[in-house]
C-alpha cells in the first residue's frame, strides 16, 4: 500500500489544465521531491495532496483510502507555506500550538510537544516573541515547527527555503533532512530549486507542463535523464545538446568524424530515431592542448575563471557548447581538442525528445 | 525645514479651513460660559464674565441624564450591531465561495447610494404599524446593519493572506474559530474605528430621531439642542450651546484617542478620510 496514491489526475483552473493525467504513487516514510519551473503544476500537486485544491477528475488515495472529498482537516497534513504563513498576532508558542488547541489536546502534551520541537528546531528562548520580532530563518523554522508538532502522516512543505539567503538555506536543507528522519513522516517537498532537490531528496519527480517527466533518485536523474528537458532542466550549467549528426556508427562533430562504440552504434541504431541529439554534461568534457587519438579540434571563444574552475566556450555543430574544468589548462583562448568519452555521452530522439537509453559501455 | 512659496499657500488655505471648522467649536464652548445678556450683544469668544449658570440650567429644565442615556442606548446599540453584522458579512463574502457572490456584492453596496431621505418614509410607516413610534428601540432597529461597515469590512479581510486562513482549514478549524482566532485579531483596529464612526454618527444623529421621538422622555441629545433654539422653546442661547459643549464632548473625546485607527482605516481602504 502506498502512502500517497494518484490514479489518473487532472486539474483545470476554468479552461485551463494544469494537471494532466497524473500517476503518482509516493511511498510511506520517504522524502519526494517535486521539482520544476513557477507554473509547472508542482506547487497544485502538493495543494491537491492537502486537499486545499479540489480535484477535476482521477483519484487521490491517502493511506489507501480515496480522499478526493475528505475535508483538509481530516487529512492528517502538515504543511510549510512558502510565505510560511505565521499568524502575525500570536507568539511563537501560540503559532507552534495552534492546531493542537484547536484539536483540545491537553495542555500538558501541548506543552510537551512543543517544548521537544522547540529544542528540535533551536527555537528556544524566543517562545514568547512574535513572529515580525523573528529573523527569516527563524520564521521558517517556527514554521516547521507549527507542521511537526501535529505529528501528522504527511508532511508538506511549498518552497520552504526560498524566502532564505543561500548560507541559510544549506544549513536548513540538512536540518529538514535531519528532522524528517527524526519525525519518519512521508514528505512531500515542492521547490524549483534543482540543488535542493538533489540533496533533499531521495526520489525527485521533475514536472513540466503539468506532467511528470522523469521519477526517479537524484543520482539517475542526474546521470539518466528520461528525456531532454530533464537533461536540460537539472544540471548548472545544463548540459550541452546539440546535433550528433549520427549516422552508421558514427558521429560528426564540426568536421571530425567520430566513430561511436559498437554499443552506442547499437543503441543509436535501434532507436529508430530520424535525427539523434547529442547530450553532454560541461563537467564531463575534457579537453586538452595537444591532440590524441580520436580528439575533435575545437576553437575556443571565451572562458570564464570561477575561482575554483574555469568554464571554456566553443562551438560543436552550431550549437554554443561549455566545458567546465578543474584547472586552466588551456590558458585562455585558442585551439583546444575534445575526446568524447562515450561514458559521458546521452542520445536524444529530436522528435520525440526521450532518452534513446544506454549501453553497457556507459555502466558507471 | 525650508517652505517654499507654493508649500505656503496651501499651508494658508489650510489653516483658513481648519478655523472655518474650528469656529462654530469655540463659539459654542465661549457662548456657553456666557450670560444671556452678553450672548447677544458680544460675539467676542472670550466670555467678559464667565459663568456656570447656562450648565446649571441645563440640569433644572430638561432631564439631561435620561436624554444623555437614551442617546447613549441608541449609539451603543446601533454600533454593537453593526458591528456585529458587518464583521459576519464581511467574512463571508470575502472567505466564502457561492454563486453569484459579486453580483450581491455590488447590490448590497449600491444600497450606500440611496439617500436617507429615500427610505425614511417607508421604515417609519414599517416601525409604526409594529408599535415602535415614539420608542429609542425604534429608533435603533432600522440601522443594525450597515453596507459602508461591510464594505471597509472586507478591504480589510482581503488583506489577510489566504495561507493563514489555510493553516486554519488543516486544522479543521471552523470557520467561528477562524473569525474569532485570526480575522478579528488581525483587524481589530480597523473593527474599532468602524466602530466609533458608527457610534459617533449615531450619536450626532437629528433627522431620524426627530421623526421617530415624540415624547421628551424619550429625547436624543441632539433633539433636547432643539428645545432650546426652536420656537417653542424659546432662544436661551447659552442653555442651547451649553447642551451643544455637552453633546459634542464624548465623540470629540474618543476620536482624541482613536483618531490614530480611524485615519489608518480609511487609508488602508483606499478612500481618503
Excluded at chain 2, 469668544?45 to 456656570?52: E, K, Q, S, Y
Amino acid at each position: 500500500m502506498y502512502s500517497i496514491e494518484f490514479k489518473n489526475v487532472v486539474k483545470r483552473f476554468g479552461k485551463t489544465e494544469v494537471i494532466k493525467g497524473l500517476n503518482l504513487s509516493i511511498r510511506k516514510g520517504e522524502r519526494l521531491i517535486l521539482l520544476g519551473s513557477s507554473g509547472c503544476g508542482k506547487s497544485t500537486i502538493l495543494r491537491m495532496i492537502s486537499g486545499l485544491e479540489t480535484i477535476t477528475s482521477g483519484e487521490l488515495y491517502l493511506n489507501g483510502t480515496l480522499a478526493n472529498d475528505m475535508d483538509p482537516g481530516d487529512r492528517g497534513i502538515g504543511m510549510v507555506f512558502q510565505n510560511y504563513a505565521l499568524f502575525p498576532h500570536m507568539t511563537v508558542e501560540k503559532n507552534i500550538a495552534y492546531g493542537l488547541r484547536i484539536h483540545r489536546i491537553p495542555e500538558d502534551e501541548i506543552a510537551r510537544r512543543v517544548a521537544k520541537a522547540v529544542a528540535i528546531l533551536n527555537l528556544d528562548g524566543l517562545e514568547s516573541r512574535l513572529p515580525r520580532e523573528l529573523s527569516g530563518g527563524q520564521r521558517q523554522r517556527v514554521a516547521l515547527a507549527r507542521a511537526l508538532v501535529k505529528q501528522a502522516d504527511f508532511f508538506l512543505l511549498d518552497e520552504p527555503l526560498s524566502n532564505l539567503d543561500a548560507q541559510l538555506r544549506g544549513r536548513a536543507r540538512k536540518e529538514l533532512v535531519r528532522i524528517h528522519e527524526m519525525y519518519g513522516q512521508t514528505m512531500i517537498y515542492v521547490t524549483h530549486d534543482q540543488i535542493e532537490a538533489m540533496t533533499v531528496g531521495q526520489r525527485i519527480a521533475v514536472i513540466n507542463d503539468g506532467r511528470i517527466q522523469m521519477l526517479d533518485t537524484p543520482h539517475e536523474v542526474y546521470r539518466r535523464p528520461a528525456n531532454l528537458f530533464v537533461a536540460k532542466f537539472i544540471g548548472s550549467p545544463s548540459m550541452n545538446i546539440f546535433d550528433g549528426r549520427t549516422a552508421a556508427g558514427a558521429m560528426r562533430l564540426n568536421d571530425t568524424e567520430v566513430p561511436l562504440t559498437p554499443g552506442w552504434a547499437e543503441k543509436t541504431g535501434a532507436s529508430g530515431a530520424e535525427r539523434l541529439l547529442t547530450g553532454v554534461r560541461p563537467e564531463d568534457i575534457t579537453l586538452t592542448a595537444e591532440p590524441e587519438a580520436g580528439s575533435v579540434p575545437v576553437e575556443i571563444q571565451y572562458h570564464e575563471d570561477y575561482g575554483s574552475r574555469v568554464g571554456y566556450y566553443f562551438t560543436v555543430n552550431g550549437e554554443e557548447v561549455i566545458a567546465i574544468m578543474r584547472d586552466d589548462v588551456l590558458h585562455g583562448a585558442g585551439h583546444a581538442y575534445w575526446k568524447p568519452d562515450p561514458k559521458t555521452l546521452h542520445f536524444f530522439d529530436a522528435k520525440t525528445e526521450s532518452n534513446v537509453g544506454y549501453p553497457a559501455e556507459a555502466a558507471e | 525645514m525650508k517652505i517654499n512659496s507654493s508649500e505656503i499657500k496651501w499651508h494658508l488655505i489650510f489653516i483658513i479651513l481648519v478655523l472655518l471648522l474650528i469656529y462654530p467649536l469655540l463659539f459654542s464652548l465661549s457662548t456657553s460660559f456666557k450670560t444671556m445678556s452678553e450672548a447677544f450683544q458680544s460675539s467676542s469668544l472670550i466670555p467678559g464674565d464667565p459663568t456656570f449658570s447656562a450648565y446649571e440650567r441645563v440640569f433644572t429644565t430638561i432631564n439631561f441624564v435620561q436624554i444623555l442615556s437614551n442617546t447613549f442606548i441608541i449609539a451603543t446599540i446601533v454600533t454593537v450591531f453593526k458591528l456585529v453584522t458587518s464583521v459576519f458579512a464581511a467574512y463571508a463574502f470575502v472567505f466564502f465561495h457561492f454563486r453569484g457572490k459579486t453580483a450581491l456584492y455590488f447590490l448590497l453596496i449600491s444600497t450606500i447610494f440611496i439617500p436617507f431621505t429615500v427610505t425614511m418614509i417607508p421604515n417609519y410607516i414599517t416601525l409604526s404599524k409594529v408599535g415602535f413610534v415614539d420608542s429609542i428601540y425604534g429608533v435603533a432597529l432600522p440601522q443594525l446593519a450597515d453596507a459602508t461597515g461591510i464594505f471597509l469590512l472586507r478591504q480589510y479581510m482581503k488583506g489577510i493572506p489566504m495561507s493563514l486562513m489555510e493553516v486554519a482549514e488543516l486544522e479543521r478549524a471552523s470557520h467561528l474559530t477562524r473569525l474569532r482566532t485570526i480575522v478579528v485579531p488581525l483587524i481589530r483596529p480597523a473593527i474599532l474605528s468602524i466602530g466609533i464612526i458608527f457610534f459617533i454618527n449615531s450619536w450626532n444623529e437629528y433627522v431620524w430621531p426627530a421623526i421617530m421621538i415624540k415624547s421628551e422622555v424619550n429625547y436624543t441629545l441632539s433633539l433636547a439642542l432643539q428645545m432650546f433654539v426652536s420656537s417653542e422653546g424659546g432662544t436661551d442661547v447659552p442653555v442651547a450651546m451649553a447642551v451643544a459643549t455637552l453633546t459634542m464632548l464624548l465623540p470629540l473625546g474618543l476620536y482624541a484617542v482613536c483618531q490614530k485607527f480611524i485615519i489608518g482605516t480609511f487609508a488602508q481602504s483606499g478612500i481618503k478620510g
